[in-house]
């Protein structure tokens, strides 16, 4: 039996093992290796890294220090999470753990652009397709910037990065034509395709025309990894988050959810915030050992 399990190893459920480890709690999580903190070609906005760190090697590091602590982390994807005689029973294809709490930091999954996954990657390496402009809109300075997306939710990153570029245009996915508006440009015509060469963003429109940016965001939404929680019952926001307290509780008690998959901002130092906080919270919660 285990203090408590953790449904995901990224830079959130990374964080509330280490903490929980040094509270002397027994804690092992499970991570399929598939989250975003792993696409992070390089990250320039985490403060102990003035130089950056790619996603990967923040990983390595992370994982290697709470495991230094007692941590238990394995690589496997839980495929059920249920309550039974008031404890929790997590579910791999290779064996049943069981825990007095449980950790949802199983993340969100960006919708991609119309990309070979072979050419996406390549993209995402050279900084043609970006995710986030919170976090890396300052690389971008006076380049020329295309995002795809439609609705408010495309409106919104393209006047956020219309801060950092005066060339700036809305690409909406699905063939529809924007409004240009708030010195952001839209398309003569809509897209029909899109590819990466090696050095641009290229993208043809209904009348064969090509247009070239420097870099593409993507701004398709997210759909959360949440499905593990609703089964359990917690409850989920519209948009399929998990619903959490100020200390990470959520709707069930001794269930927590941490990082991404909570509704809020999706930064590293935010998850890790949150990941202290639950991790504190179990603590104080669970029976106080008395030492002889
Ligand atoms: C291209 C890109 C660049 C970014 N750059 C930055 C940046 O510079 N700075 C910044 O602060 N943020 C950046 N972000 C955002 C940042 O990656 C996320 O906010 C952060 O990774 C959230 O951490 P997390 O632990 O909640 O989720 P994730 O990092 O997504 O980790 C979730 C983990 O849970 C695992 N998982 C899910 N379901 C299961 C299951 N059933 N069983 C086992 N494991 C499971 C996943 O495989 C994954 O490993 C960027 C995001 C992207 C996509």
Redesign the pocket.
Known sequence: MKDCII????????TTALYLARFLRSVMV????????????E????SPFPDGIS?RALLDRMRSHAELYGAEIIT????TVEKKDDVFHVT?DYRVEVAHNIIF????V?RRPPLSSSSHDQG?KRGLI???P???AYEIRGKRVAVLGNGAHGFAEARFLRDYSPTVTLVPPDGSRAKAKDGIGVLESPMKSLALSDAHVIVTLEGGETRHFDTLYVALGTTA?SD?ADRLGVHLSEDRCVVSDAKQKTSIERVYA????TDGL??????MGQAALAATAIHNDLPRRILG
């Not at 941490?258 to 998959?261: K, Q, T």
């Open positions: 449904v995901g190893g990224g830079p959130a459920g990374l499970f991570d399929a290796e598939e989250g975003r903190a792993r696409m992070i070609p990250t320039h906005n985490l996603g496997e994807t839980v495929s791999t930091a199983s993340g969100v960006n995402l970006r995710y986030c919170v976090c890396d990894c593990l941490i990082g991404d998959v999706d930064q590293i130092a935010s998850a």
